[in-house]
């Protein structure tokens, strides 16, 4: 059964300590691994979209990586605003392939402190 | 500002209720997607529109009902709906809904079922 594992639950930096979050996967004929940012009481922003392992995205202060079987994304001397639930998801075919269905971790609460 | 609008952003309803949430796009996508978000569980995908046909998903109770008179337009319509039911909805779309195409979402609807 296709899975997507999140670690830590929660996690919580100084403003400045770089860190990294991991999501693992299992899914058969990967199509794509996803990163979103969600902020208290919002949607899911769109960060990036890893297609094959050793595949590098970067954005500001973020940077996701992706291996066989797992995905990091890693903060680089992060601020308060980077403070967020950031979720990971890939996808599945279902339907007879013709229709997209994300599978999503349970997301890594960040809070990071001035 | 987002290309995903949801109206509204919150929304208390009674058990014997009916309500609609609506959601527009404009992206010019051609897929589309009603997602719902409980308190500690990951995303799970309600419903799929692709070019305004719908892929129906056997798991949803019959209390939510959605409809989607064109591409940029998409409603899910609520009655006799549980305590449980309460979460955030998310609406969303992609350009097409084959797998692996990014999803961008709204701002979601917080549905309060008193």
């Known amino acids: 059964e296709d899975q997507v594992t999140q670690s830590p639950e929660a996690l919580r930096l100084q403003e400045g300590e770089s860190s990294s979050l991991n999501c693992s996967y299992t899914v058969s004929g990967l199509r794509g691994l996803f990163w979103y940012r969600q902020d208290p009481g919002k949607g899911p922003e769109f960060l990036f979209t890893?297609?094959?392992a050793g595949e590098e995205k970067e954005k500001e202060r973020l940077k996701a990586t992706l291996t066989k079987k797992e995905s990091f994304l890693h903060i680089t001397a992060p601020k308060p605003e980077d403070s967020a639930t950031y979720l990971c998801a890939v996808p599945r075919s279902i339907y007879g392939g013709a229709t997209n269905k994300l599978i999503f971790g349970t997301g890594t609460l960040l809070a990071v402190q001035p | 500002e987002t290309g995903v609008t949801q109206t509204p952003r919150h929304l208390v309803m009674g058990m014997t209720n009916k309500k609609s949430l609506k959601c527009e796009q404009h992206?010019?996508?051609?897929?589309m997607y009603w997602y719902k978000q409980s308190a500690k569980k990951p995303l799970e995908l309600m419903f799929v529109?692709?070019?305004?046909?719908?892929?129906e998903n056997n798991s949803v109770p019959s209390r939510f009902s959605p409809e989607c008179p064109n591409s940029s337009h998409l409603f899910l319509h609520l009655h006799t709906l549980q305590p449980e039911d309460s979460a955030l909805y998310l609406c969303?779309?992609?350009?097409?809904?084959?797998?692996?195409?990014?999803?961008?979402f709204g701002e979601g609807s917080w549905l309060t079922v008193v």
């Open positions: 969303a779309s992609s350009q097409d809904s084959g797998a692996g195409n990014t999803i961008y």
């Open positions: 992206l010019g996508h051609n897929a």
């Open positions: 890893l297609y094959s």
């Open positions: 529109y692709s070019l305004e046909e719908r892929v």
